[in-house]
């Protein structure tokens, strides 16, 4: 078990730069996700990692060796792929004993670690079984096994379960997040799925285009999120441009279409810059037309899913906004109605 | 729609008989009592089997057809595998030169590569006198087939189970050896059944650098046919399909004959 | 696994051997052909001393060399056309059919192929002799004997047979991989069968159509064995004249000019449909 550090990593491809300085630390222990869109560099950074990549530049740290030259076969490394890449040549035992057999332990000795690793993924008794007999998921806890099972470093996930099925995903993901907690192993985590990484990581590196855009606790990236890209990709944000009135410790004042707002922020903004203001579409609510609140619209979409109820409301700028209710009070499309902002929750954006 | 699909099928039917014809008449031909083939056949009968048992011009042919087979296809395969991996794997500019490089024999007209050799052994070496030309031109001739066949097996093989081989701890080699070697094992016996198929079937290059006095199967028939005109040669025929049709069986059984592409 | 720029060169040495047999066996015996076409032809030996262009003036003034070298395009030109003809059905069959029987009418067409030439052309003696099995039959219903053998017609009927599989297979591939959800839009948007077939499937398969007849073409043109047989002595093309001169031992370099002059008729005729062929594909694209 190893600490893992990344610095200043770039890779280049004939010309195209896949990603670029990208500084990271994990802490012995953490689960840490590379979330972003496809194209991100976000498989880039974990093949680096891996050493099945060579960074252009850069250094890769486990603990304090240095790995970056080091072939993938010495770094002592878990890898887990998204299409499984189990043998199909051999059984399930042979499967998961290929990493001990690399390393020179062989019989009963290797046979009790198997089938104790057999246990932990809950397949005990699958040991004669070829892949093609096992179903996605079960595929994917072997390959969980196999990586784990000669006790690595660093773990590595290349979205793993992008495979499998809705029902399945949600259950392995717990599944995952358990496993790591209890053998508390530094795991490293690609995902596109901004869900996925807010319920497993103890923190998310959020990548666009080859670089960091933030790093931080899933409520961090949520409710405090670093740039527009980001808070777009999170969840649904309203994004209202404005202008920068007043500012004093972390709150600043903004004038926008919809009225002044209160805004948390981290930077240090003049007055009179313009800005984005982030609202989550939750921080919002909706009551019946009151003269006394600044901000009222009409509805002009009302998407009724069960337990939450999505809204579009029209303001007299036209300036659109995503609201989101619970169930339990329903307005009617076409209402007009007043909007009340969570002061707490506005954020500014860069 | 009916009609149209019933002349479909029958023009289809129609074309099958016509590829196939003339292979079942040879077959057919051996196993006739009478010289000539006619119809209906005069009789069954082996006789011109053990003709062409005790024809030593014929059994030597087909001996020397199999030997040169042997080696062009084991040579073939020892070559051709590490030059499929090296394009597949490891080849990343230039891949199209590379491709078109390796399948120029299987590409070029075969009567002029094997007028290219001719001249080429003549120049270069004491000509045709050995059987090495012969060789060295069936292997050239069949390199192609075991590069395509080995190719596609590879292909067919995702990298993530070499790499997770890695990441387990194996290096390059072991990785090979225990995980991409046995997955493409029935693709490289593949194409060293092909290559050993088109190697006995052959004409073109052996007529040209085969040694005086030695013949091999395809060339015994081919001087057989231009002058004489007996059975023995539908016999000697039927041995060489029977001999094919065994290995295509063999490569439909371990490799699938639909997975082969050209 | 992956390197950006550069190969190791442990790696290289996986394609040393075959790219050094290639160059040693194919480029410079090749190379050497084109040397040897401008050698002085010699009656005492397979050359002379000395460098000439006699070899090529000799064959492109004599009417002889010209004649034969058009014949030979056109018996490859008909076996092409006649292939395609036939290759047709087959290969839509092959290429959208379900039963199950598909693994043996693919190997039907597949084993032809690996079935020797010399059998085959065997084949089509014993069918298409004076006393073969087509005459004897067409005799008893009192018809023929027809010379079907030791002229054009023999020899391109068995042209045909040996290159029909190479033929089907490329247009085989070619129709698979046209995806039948866009023959079932056109369809909905109101398109007969013809029209489907017209406007959308063969533009589509063009390329593959397009390789099938270029290899063809190639191969027929070269063919060697097959007019030998089927022809007797009474049918030459320029491959045939070309074989004989040079197994008798004698008169290399004009052997060689031959195989070059012939080698670019081929080369240009291709090329020349390749061009037209891209016009065509152009537009569709």
């Known amino acids: ?350 | 729609m009916k009609i149209v699909s019933a002349g479909l099928l029958i023009s289809v039917a129609a074309v099958y008989l016509f590829l196939l014809l003339p292979i079942a008449i040879v077959v057919l031909a051996s196993f006739n009592a009478a010289e000539y083939l006619s119809f209906p056949p005069t009789g069954l009968s082996f006789r011109w089997y053990s003709a062409f048992l005790n024809s030593p011009s014929f059994t030597s042919a087909f001996f020397v057809s199999i030997i040169v087979g042997l080696v062009a296809a084991a040579a073939a395969t020892l070559i051709g595998t590490p030059a499929a991996i090296f394009y597949v794997r490891f080849l990343r500019r230039r891949r199209e030169e590379f491709r078109l490089a390796i399948l120029a024999p299987m590409l070029l007209p075969e009567v002029l590569t094997a007028i290219a050799l001719l001249f080429f052994f003549n120049q270069v070496f004491i000509g045709t006198q050995t059987p090495l030309p012969l060789i060295l031109g069936h292997i050239v001739i069949t390199l192609p087939f075991v590069f395509l066949t080995v190719s596609s097996a590879l292909y067919n093989l995702p990298v993530a189970v070499e790499e997770a081989a890695r990441t387990l701890g194996a290096s390059s080699w072991k990785a090979f050896r225990r995980v991409t070697f046995p997955l493409i094992k029935s693709g490289i016996v593949t194409g060293a059944m092909f290559a050993f198929i088109m190697s006995f079937d052959n004409v073109n290059i052996s007529l040209l650098l085969k040694a005086i006095g030695t013949s091999t199967l395809p060339i015994q028939l081919f001087d057989y046919l231009r002058y004489d005109f007996d059975p023995t040669a539908a016999a000697a025929s039927t041995i060489s399909v029977g001999l094919t049709m065994v290995i295509v069986l063999a490569i439909d059984r371990i490799y699938g004959l639909r997975a082969v592409r050209f | 696994m992956t390197q950006a720029s550069e190969i190791g060169v442990r790696r290289w040495l996986f394609a040393v051997p075959a790219l050094s047999l290639v160059c040693l066996f194919v480029l410079i015996p090749y190379i050497n052909i084109g040397i040897m076409s401008f050698r002085t032809p010699s009656t005492t030996a397979p050359y002379g001393p000395g460098f000439t262009v006699t070899n090529y003036v000799h064959i492109l003034s004599d009417s002889l060399y010209l004649s034969l070298l058009a014949e030979t395009l056109l018996f490859a030109i008909a076996t092409t056309a006649v292939c395609l003809v036939l290759a047709f059905p087959v290969a839509f069959h092959l290429a959208r059919t379900t039963s199950r029987w598909r693994g043996l009418l693919y190997a039907g067409v597949l084993s032809p192929l690996l079935t020797g030439v010399v059998i085959r052309c065997f084949g089509w003696i014993v069918l298409l002799a004076n006393n073969g099995l087509v005459n004897q039959a067409l005799g008893t219903f009192g018809v023929g004997p027809f010379q079907l053998m030791y002229n054009a017609t023999g020899v391109t009927i068995a042209l045909v047979h040996v290159f029909l599989p190479l033929m089907i297979l490329p247009l085989m591939n070619a129709i698979q991989s046209v995806d039948p959800h866009l023959e079932e839009a056109a369809r909905t948007l109101g398109a007969s069968r013809m029209r489907v077939f017209q406007r959308v499937v063969l533009p589509l398969i063009l390329p593959g159509l397009q390789s099938g007849v270029i290899l063809v073409f190639v191969l027929a043109a070269s063919a060697y064995v097959i007019p030998m047989l089927l022809g007797g002595g009474r049918v030459q093309t320029l491959p045939t004249v070309m074989v004989q001169q040079l197994m008798g031992g004698l008169l290399w370099p004009f052997g060689a000019a031959l195989a070059l002059v012939f080698s670019a008729a081929v080369l240009a005729s291709v090329w020349a449909f390749a061009l037209l062929g891209r016009r065509r594909m152009r537009r569709l694209a």
Request: net charge neutral.
């Open chain 1, 1 to 350: 078990m190893s600490s893992l550090s990344i610095q200043a990593l770039t890779k280049c491809y004939a010309g195209a730069v896949a990603v670029q300085d990208i500084d990271l630390d994990v802490a012995e222990g953490e689960f840490v996700s590379l979330l972003g869109p496809s194209g991100c560099g976000k498989t880039t950074t974990l093949r680096c990692v891996a050493g099945l990549e060579i960074p252009t530049s850069g250094k890769i740290l486990f603990g304090d060796r240095d790995v970056t030259r080091l072939l993938p076969e010495r770094r002592f490394i878990g890898m887990v792929f998204q299409n499984y890449a189990l043998f199909p040549h051999m059984t399930i035992r042979e499967n998961i004993g290929f990493g001990l057999e690399m390393r020179g332990m062989r019989g009963s000795e290797a046979g009790k670690r198997i089938s104790s690793v057999l246990d932990m993924v809950q397949l005990t008794g699958f040991e004669d079984r070829w892949p093609r007999q096992l179903s996605g998921g079960q595929q994917q806890r072997v390959a969980l096994a196999r990586a784990l099972i000669v006790e690595p470093a660093v773990l590595l996930l290349d979205e793993p379960l992008a495979n499998l099925d809705a029902k399945l995903r949600d259950e392995m993901r717990l599944f995952i997040r358990s496993l790591q907690e209890r053998i508390g192993i530094t795991t490293l985590y690609v995902t596109h799925d901004q869900a996925e990484s807010m319920t497993m990581s103890d923190r998310i590196v959020v990548m666009f285009a080859g670089r960091i855009h933030q790093a931080g606790t899933p409520q961090d990236i949520y409710d405090r999120p670093a740039t527009t890209a980001v808070a777009k990709f999170i969840g649904q944000a309203n994004l209202i441009a404005g202008k920068v009135v007043h500012q004093c410790n972390g709150v600043a004042t903004v004038d926008t279409p919809i009225g002044r707002l209160l805004c948390a922020t981290k930077h240090a903004i003049e007055p009179g810059a313009r800005t984005t203001a982030m609202v989550r579409p939750e921080a919002m609510r909706l009551v019946k037309e009151c003269s006394t609140s600044a901000l009222s619209g009409r509805i002009v979409e009302r998407h009724f899913l069960g337990n939450i109820v999505d809204y579009r409301v029209a303001t007299a700028d036209g300036t659109i906004l995503a609201v989101q209710a619970l169930g339990s009070i329903v307005h009617e499309a076409g209402e007009v109605v007043s909007v009340q902002i969570d002061p707490e929750k506005a954020w500014l954006l860069e």
